[in-house]
């Protein structure tokens, strides 16, 4: 088993070309997004949020719908590389489990955010709210906020 980062990029290579990817350039901007990922991986002693963080800051691009796919990219990737034990865990899994959301993409938006740690804060729901209580309290903030706006609407 071949751990990541590998210095040959072999994971990279074996990765890409085991996708059923639709056109002939689609290779070469996998692999550009997954060389540049590993590129700042290098420099890190782990796969954690600053690497990440550290990758958003110098990679995807400007336009974002070109940040959006190579986040996929690399998102798939990741899963790839620890369903085949190249490393323990995905590290926006691990994000996305400790704010106790499902979806990837706020995780990846919270870490392009300026400051990606309040962005992860105020992206963590609470682990033991259900739908109801969840409803519950939107339901009261937005009821509290119409009163306040009633309130100062009826001062004249």
Known sequence: ??????????LIARYIASLNLRTTNSPIYYRQ?????????????????NM??????????????????????VDRFLDHLQET????RNPITVLREACNIKQCMPVWRALADRDPDNA????????D???SSTFQSNF??????Q????EWCCRG
């Not at 034990?85 to 323990?88: C, F, K, R, V, W």
């Open 1 to 10: 088993m071949t751990k990541w980062p590998d210095p040959e990029r072999t």
């Open 33 to 49: 997004a997954l060389n540049k990922f590993q590129d700042v991986a290098e420099r890190y002693a782990t796969l954690d949020k």
């Open 52 to 73: 990440l963080v550290a990758w958003l800051r110098v990679a995807p691009g400007r336009a974002p719908t070109t940040r959006l796919h190579r986040t996929r990219i």
């Open 85 to 88: 034990g190249a490393i323990e």
């Open 120 to 127: 992860l804060a105020e992206l963590s729901q609470p682990k």
């Open 129 to 131: 709210a259900g739908a």
């Open 140 to 145: 009261l903030s937005l009821s509290e906020r």
């Open 147 to 150: 009163a306040a706006v009633f």
